[in-house]
């Protein structure tokens, strides 16, 4: 199922919604340029999913892992900006991230192009004309 989209900030949540009940797994992949918006996207699709932390950028720790309310692993959500290659992915473990029972959400996914799942949903994020954001799965 595709999705296409054109939101403002304040329509975020819904379609955190509509991106949660549309993608066909559990692994999705942010494409978009900087300030295409998405960590708060991300943020929103935690809180939707009832995350214990609201979230934030994980640039310079490169991984921040969630829980939901009960303590349950929830969520890693990976920022691949600072990577030189997909080896230093490898080293801090990417592998066996992808192999827990969690949502995996990735911001600049083509930095490790080739250790991308096959099932991993590409969800891709720009700034319309109008200011505006438009989402495309």
Not at 65 to 85: S, V
Not at 108 to 121: R, T
Request: proline fraction near 4%; charge should be negative.
């Amino acid at each position: 199922m595709a999705m296409d989209v054109t939101f403002t900030e304040s329509g975020i949540r819904e379609v955190a919604r509509q991106l949660l009940s549309s993608v066909p797994g559990k692994v999705l992949a942010f494409y978009g340029d900087m300030g295409a918006g998405k960590t708060t996207l991300i943020k929103a699709i935690l809180r939707e999913l009832g995350a214990s932390d609201p979230g934030s950028s994980p640039t310079f720790g490169i991984v921040n892992e969630y829980h939901n309310r009960k303590g349950g692993l929830l969520a890693y959500h990976f920022d691949f900006y600072r990577l030189e290659d997909e080896t230093e992915a490898l080293d801090l473990g990417f592998e066996e991230y992808l192999q827990q029972d969690a949502w995996i959400f990735m911001e600049w996914p083509e930095k490790i192009g080739g250790l991308l799942p096959e099932d991993s949903c590409r969800v891709q994020l720009e700034i319309t004309e109008a200011g505006q954001r438009r989402l495309r799965f």
